[in-house]
């Protein structure tokens, strides 16, 4: 296992390497640490902004969850992820980059100003991105362990130091670089095996007839705890627009024009990958590894028969890219929950530039660390777990800022409203203290959705302020 653990090495070396560089430019900087400086291209930005949502999921998740859930429960829930960019581009892109802060909190707390929204909010951020992050962890984890040879709790430690390290000092522009470098790896390693396992079986039809000959439930669909097929496409279609690490690379946008492209090109290089993994990878696992104790390991396995060493190590890279690509996005924006969404006004009015730089620094190690530690003990079906995390987020953030942004009657009562009862339903239908025979997601969109409009019926309209600053997002910038 030589040539694999040089190559992982190297590639761990770097990663940390570029957020040396890049924090001698973040550290004295807002702008420069959260988004960039503003001014990252289409072409880069679509690559980081696919890298930020291909996972580990992605790579060890999804394959998983097809093994064990069936490919037609798998495609509903990726399917929704395709159908979320292009609403996000329509929706929030241009309007969001237009609007120019940091945050999915930044833009809430100003469309509905209240101590409620500047707490809640980023409390949902870091609850829910703190589960996605463990669910990261198990991924680098068990890769490492399987291909490697290394412990699993060793591996934990030595890769949330890595991505902890860059992250914490180099920022949106670290994360932008790695994310690249990431993209294109994690594409190259998937879509290449996919390819040289199609070529081996001849077509990707004969090779998925073999596979539901051997295992008939591959090309069913079970039963998922969370909810039904919908509710997981609900879920991820509703979070895109949303979710806070993708919309902080919008707010890294030139403009709204290059941020739309980069959503819309970025879903294309998604798709791609995933429709190669479940369609080629997930069929030759089932086929050669019928009876997985764990189904997230298919993937793992069918590296470690199927190709020699250095393939073996590019393909440990590729996981761990898949990984830190997410890992650092969730972290940043857990980071920017923390020291600009919840402590920022405090702050900046108080402290100097090197003691927010520290705070920045700080909260992205205490976020780590706290994932390290529950990722110890970590749970079965990574797909499933975090998803339940991302629809929390859907539930509670959807329908305020799309009503925010497109809906003339909604006012502040209606958006504290559709807040705190979108989340709060959804936690309550999760958990199956209220049961409607629908998915939660279901219940708690509707819930948020009636909240909001009754707030934006009976409630006192907006000023005509707020109606002239909203409607300046809409307009194409000079």
């Given at each position: ?19 040396v560089?890049?924090?001698?430019k973040v ?5 420069e ?26 790579i060890?998740g ?48 100003f ?6 929204v ?86 990707p ?82 086929i ?27 393909a ?55 994932a ?15 998803t ?30 559709s807040?705190?009862?979108g ?55 000079p």
């Amino acid at each position: 296992m030589l040539v694999e653990q040089i190559l992982v090495v190297l590639y761990l070396a770097a990663c940390i390497g570029i957020g040396v560089y890049a924090s001698r430019k973040v550290l004295t900087s807002r702008d420069e640490y959260w988004v960039a400086g503003r001014r990252i291209g289409a072409a880069v930005n679509t690559m980081a902004i696919m890298a930020s949502l291909a996972s580990g999921g992605s790579i060890i998740g999804v394959m998983g969850y097809a093994y064990s859930q069936g490919i037609p429960a798998t495609f509903a829930l990726f399917a929704g992820a395709v159908v979320g960019f292009p609403l996000a581009s329509i929706l929030v892109a241009r309007q969001l980059r237009n609007f120019g802060r940091y945050t999915i909190t930044d833009f809430l707390a100003f469309r509905f100003p209240s101590p409620v929204v500047r707490v809640l909010v980023p409390s949902l951020i870091v609850i829910a991105f703190t589960a996605y992050i463990i669910a990261q962890l198990k991924a680098a984890g068990i890769t490492a362990n399987a291909l490697l040879g290394i412990p699993y709790d060793t591996a934990l430690v030595v890769a949330t130091l890595v991505f902890v390290t860059y992250v914490s000092i180099g920022g949106m522009i670290a994360i932008t670089w790695t994310d690249v470098v990431q993209g294109v790896l994690m594409l190259f390693v998937v879509v290449g095996t996919a390819l040289v396992v199609i070529w081996r079986a001849g077509s990707p039809f004969a090779l998925i007839a073999q596979a539901t000959e051997v295992a008939p439930e591959l090309g069913g669909l079970a039963n998922p705890e969370i909810g039904s097929a919908v509710g997981y496409f609900i879920i991820w279609a509703t979070a895109i627009p949303v979710i806070p690490h993708i919309v902080m690379r919008v707010f890294t946008a030139r403009d709204g024009r290059s941020a739309q492209l980069s959503l819309n090109f970025a879903m294309l290089a998604y798709s791609v990958m995933i429709l190669a993994a479940v369609l080629a990878i997930v069929p030759l696992g089932k086929i050669a590894f019928p009876d997985l104790a764990d189904a997230d390991r298919v993937f793992l396995r069918v590296i470690q028969s199927e190709f020699p060493a250095v393939i073996r190590g590019i393909a440990v890279a590729a996981v761990l890219a898949a990984v830190m690509s997410t890992t650092d996005a969730l972290l940043l924006a857990c980071s920017s929950a923390i020291a600009h969404d919840l402590l920022g006004d405090l702050l900046r009015r108080k402290a100097s530039d090197k003691t927010l730089a520290a705070i920045r620094v700080a909260s992205a190690w205490v976020i780590g660390i706290l994932a390290l530690y529950w990722a110890l003990s970590p749970p079965e079906l990574l797909t499933r777990f975090y998803t339940a995390g991302i629809g929390l987020l859907s539930a509670g953030l959807f329908v305020p800022t799309i009503a925010g942004l497109w809906w003339k009657r909604a006012n502040r009562a209606g958006g504290l409203a559709s807040l705190v009862a979108g989340a709060g339903t959804y936690v309550l239908a999760l958990g199956g203290v209220v049961d409607f025979g629908l998915p939660p997601i279901v219940v708690a969109l509707s819930a948020s959705a009636l909240a909001m409009a009754a707030g934006g019926l009976l409630g006192a309209p907006e000023s005509p302020e707020m109606r002239e600053q909203i409607a300046a997002l809409h307009a194409d910038a000079p």
